[in-house]
Each structure stands twice: as structure tokens, then as C-alpha cells.
């Protein structure tokens, strides 16, 4: 609460965010990989894939990013609103915003004296600006998801780019996809403090359900 309001909303990118993104990167080219027909497909149907994996993936990456800079501001804006709220307020009133400003575990731990402290150190801080505004990490950030999504389809679609033949070329996609679906969900376990290896075996059946689901959906 002692922060600057309009400074960015949080780091760059979390590793929430990041395994997030990949995640979301995967399952969508996957659905456009997986509904390749090995027996029949040439390589004008291997060329329409590929376009559309790369276009579809390119266009969330930017709606990804867009969101990311909108949730930013909300966050910021929220920050600038209660800042004034509580310089506005009363002690008790004031302290009560404090309190539903902060994680509820953190708030419960506080005494009237401490949030009493923190009150008083807020309604010395500068007056907030009129509004929230993006920053560099902002568009950092944006930007660094809006690669994470693009990017991730890059290393499912390769090997249809190397190996000429369908059957393999499928194969080598699907090993790389099932691999980085595992270390998606290993690294979700180590940020978790589950066990690794449970999750990136979760991640991979997650994925596949998902593809699925998409794939059966029209995705």
C-alpha cells in the first residue's frame, strides 16, 4: 500500500504468467497440428497449417498483450482510488480500506496501531496523479507476452518445415509438444511447491484434454 500507485502493477512477467502464456501457446497450435490428417495430407495442406497456426497464434499474442496493458491500468487505476479513498476516510474507516487492500492473511495479522502507522504514512505520500498511465514495464510486459504465445508455436511447427514427409514430421511435432508440456507443468510445480514430476505428467494429460476439447469444439 506504501508503493507508488502508478508505478507497474507487479514485475515484468511472474512465472505464473510466463507458464500461462506458453501454455495457452501450445494448446492453440496444437489444435491446428493435430487436426493435420497424416494419410492424406500434402504439402499444400502442411503450408495452410502452418499459416494458420503462425496467423492465429500472432493475433492472440497481440490480443494477449492488449489485455495485459488493460488489466495494468485497472490495477493501477484501483491503486490511485484507494489511496485517495483512504486519505479521505477517517482513522477507522481508513484502516478498514487498508485492510481490504492487502492479502487477507497479511490483514489478519495486523493491529489497529500497525494499520493506524500505515494510514498515516499513506497521507504523506504525494498526491496520486489524475489517472493511471502505462509505464515501460507495461509494454514490457506486454511485449513479453505477446512473445511467449507467438514463440511457443515456433518449435511445434518446425519440423514440418525440416522433414518433408507428413508421418514423420507429425511424430517429431508431437514429441516436441508432449516435452514442452511437461517442462510447462514441471516448472508449474516447482513455482507451486508440488511435485514436479506429478505435475508435468499432469500438464501433458491437461494439454491433450484440452487440444481435444478445442478440436471437438471447432477450435
Known amino acids: ?71 495494468g491500468l485497472a490495477e493501477k487505476g484501483r491503486r490511485i482510488a484507494t489511496l485517495r479513498a483512504v486519505r479521505n476516510a477517517g482513522p477507522e474507516q481508513a484502516q478498514r480500506l487498508i485492510a481490504d487492500a492487502l492479502p487477507p492473511l497479511v490483514a489478519s495479522v495486523l ?25 515501460k514495464d507495461d509494454w514490457l510486459g506486454a511485449l513479453g507476452v505477446f512473445l511467449l504465445v507467438f514463440l511457443s508455436t515456433l518449435p511445434v511447427a518446425v519440423p514440418f518445415l525440416l522433414i518433408p514427409h507428413v508421418q514423420p514430421a507429425m511424430r517429431v511435432s508431437n514429441a516436441v509438444a508432449v516435452v514442452l508440456l511437461f517442462l510447462t507443468g514441471w516448472t508449474f510445480g516447482r513455482i507451486t511447491g508440488r511435485r514436479p514430476w506429478a505435475v508435468g505428467v499432469s500438464m501433458v494429460v491437461l494439454g491433450c484434454a484440452l487440444v481435444a476439447m478445442t478440436m471437438a469444439l471447432g477450435g
Open 111 to 135: 493491529t489497529p496501531a500497525e494499520l493506524e502507522t500505515m494510514r498515516l504514512r499513506l497521507t504523506q505520500l504525494p498526491e496520486p496523479p489524475g489517472r493511471a498511465g502505462v509505464a
Open 1 to 71: 500500500m506504501t508503493e507508488n500507485p502508478n508505478r507497474p502493477s507487479k514485475r515484468v512477467l511472474d512465472p505464473i504468467d510466463r507458464v500461462s502464456e506458453v501454455l495457452f501457446g501450445l494448446i492453440m497450435v496444437l489444435t491446428f497440428t493435430g487436426s493435420l490428417s497424416v494419410a492424406e495430407a500434402g504439402r499444400d495442406d502442411v503450408r495452410v497449417m502452418l499459416v494458420g497456426a503462425l496467423g492465429c497464434n500472432l493475433a492472440w499474442g497481440i490480443i494477449d498483450a492488449v489485455l495485459y496493458l488493460m488489466g
